[in-house]
T-cell receptor
Framework: AQSVTQLDSHVSVSEGTPVLLRCNYS??????LFWYVQHPNKGLQLLLK??????LVKGINGFEAEFKKSETSFHLTKPSAHMSDAAEYFC???????????FGTGTSLTVIP | DTGVSQDPRHKITKRGQNVTFRCDPI?????LYWYRQTLGQGPEFLTY????????KSRLLSDRFSAERPKGSFSTLEIQRTEQGDSAMYLC??????????FGDGTRLSIL
């Protein structure tokens, strides 16, 4: 069975400092992994995806994530937080058919001015 | 690319009433998904269409829920005899095969 664990429900950083949002996954095969961002009362926007190519994936808005199979992790990072980054972030793993997607419970990012 | 559109954005109804939501996917996207998201949780998969065929349904989708995509374009999600526990955000997403999903802004359902 596939599952995703987001290790922090809330992360708070100062503007201009690095961001680290942690995600571990469980899968019996080689999954596709995604990070989405959700601003209040909005749908989800894709930040980046991993689909078995390069293990370091670059996304939009300066975010990137590294797939580490040995650690079953797919942590999201950004070198310097911006106020506009404050939102809810979801780590997502695909099901074995590629048709279902399993979301983590989300990490709320607060950026302090 | 006009994005995924959902209507209405908000729906307030009394318990026991039926409600129907509509989703217009990005044109030429053959796949369409419905999710439910409750407060403080990630979206939970409900069902998925490839063109007009409903290929997968979650166990979350009780017999009070029905979804259709009659012409392989827009989709509707109907909830019959609504219950308090149905209060949630209902999200629609669409994609091309093998590509990431694009989400709409959702329909927030409140049951009085």
């Amino acid at each position: 069975a596939q599952s995703v664990t987001q290790l922090d429900s809330h992360v708070s950083v100062s503007e201009g400092t690095p961001v680290l949002l942690r995600c571990n996954y469980s899968s019996s095969y080689s999954p596709s992994l995604f990070w989405y961002v959700q601003h209040p009362n909005k749908g989800l926007q894709l930040l980046l995806k991993y689909t078995s190519a390069a293990t370091l994936v670059k996304g939009i808005n300066g975010f990137e994530a590294e797939f580490k199979k040995s650690e079953t992790s797919f942590h999201l990072t950004k070198p310097s937080a911006h106020m506009s980054d404050a939102a809810e972030y979801f780590c997502v793993v695909s099901g074995n058919t590629g048709n279902q997607f399993y979301f983590g419970t989300g990490t709320s990012l607060t950026v302090i001015p | 690319d006009t994005g995924v559109s959902q209507d209405p954005r908000h729906k307030i109804t009394k318990r026991g009433q039926n409600v129907t939501f509509r989703c217009d996917p990005i044109s030429e996207h053959n796949r369409l998904y419905w999710y439910r998201q409750t407060l403080g949780q990630g979206p939970e998969f409900l069902t998925y269409f490839q063109n007009e065929a409903q290929l997968e349904k979650s166990r979350l989708l009780s017999d009070r829920f029905s979804a259709e995509r009659p012409k392989g374009s827009f989709s509707t999600l109907e909830i019959q005899r609504t219950e308090q526990g149905d209060s949630a955000m209902y999200l629609c997403a669409s994609s091309r095969t093998g590509q990431p999903q694009h989400f709409g802004d959702g329909t927030r359902l409140s049951i009085l």
